[in-house]
């Protein structure tokens, strides 16, 4: 059995551009129906979600038959989050609150084997197809895909140093921190926020890596996508329920506590 490919990390690398939807609800019922809707990729969130590795693996299984790509977001950049989510298939991971270079390089070490990375080796894991894929730890750095979000100043000021980081497949800019640790918070889109996301998205690209961004109002997705952006989340699962239904129990009249 061959080693599966990654599309992802390919049609970023090819500066493709990949539409996403975040998906924040936790549950592989909810990842397979938004699966078919033709998004080019779904990140499957465990960092502001309550999401564990039982319901991403199950996430993992719902979404497979699908031509959209997963995408894992760790609690935080951790070795050990790191090799449980890869071990379970999880090909692209999108790593929350990397500040600097160190912190990159960490991250890719976490994702790679002995001796170019700390990742520790399981033969029958769900990557391995369960052992099937004879050459998967030779190979494995092939098809995964490593993604860094920047979310602060700090972040921000070291960009190129994190970009130049080999094993680096992409790097994303979280607007709602960045906002908070410029003094804005609440206000991703306040226009100092918007310059910056702006600038950085443009940095990235100079820098010769992959630039992502999640916002879910349209103009920001123009301007976004205007500077450079190459994968974009343009929707969560979570704010399209809540919204969809206020709407139509305020259109019909209902009663009810929420309202």
């Known amino acids: 059995m061959d080693l599966p490919s990654n599309p992802f990390k390919h049609a970023i690398a090819a500066g493709k551009r990949q539409v996403g939807l975040w998906c924040t609800l936790s549950n592989p019922y909810a990842a397979e129906v938004v699966a078919g809707a033709g998004f080019d990729w779904l990140l ?13 693996l199950g996430q993992l299984q719902a979404v497979a038959p699908y031509a959209t790509a997963p ?37 890719v070490a976490a994702t790679r084997y002995p001796p170019e990375g700390i990742r520790g080796v399981g033969g029958t894991s769900r990557a391995t197809r369960f052992g099937r894929v004879k050459d998967y730890p030779a190979r494995a750095a092939q098809e995964l895909c490593l993604l860094v979000q920047v979310e602060t100043k700090t972040a921000i000021d070291d960009l190129e140093n994190i970009a130049a980081v080999d094993g680096v497949d992409g790097i994303f800019i979280g607007p709602a921190d960045l906002a908070a640790s410029i003094g804005h918070l609440g206000a991703p889109s306040h ?3 918007v310059e910056m996301v ?7 690209r100079a820098a010769g890596k992959p630039a992502g961004v999640l916002t879910t109002e349209p103009h920001l997705i123009d301007r976004y996508l205007e500077a450079g952006a190459v994968f974009i989340a343009v929707g969560v699962d979570m704010g399209l329920l809540a919204r969809a239904t206020d709407q139509l ?6 009663n009810g506590v929420g309202a």
Do not use: F, M
């Not at 960092?47 to 564990?52: I, L, V």
């Not at 129990?249 to 209902?254: P, S």
């Open 191 to 193: 226009p100092e926020v």
């Open 71 to 107: 995408v894992v977001r760790p609690a935080w950049n951790d070795p050990v989050l790191i090799k449980r989510y890869l071990d379970i298939g999880a090909q692209t991971l999108l790593l929350p609150y990397v500040q600097n270079r160190a912190e990159a390089e960490h991250a």
């Open 44 to 56: 499957l969130d465990t960092e502001h979600s309550p999401n564990e590795i039982d319901t991403v």
């Open 249 to 254: 129990a305020a259109r019909y009249g209902a």
């Open 198 to 204: 702006c600038d950085a998205i443009r940095r990235i």
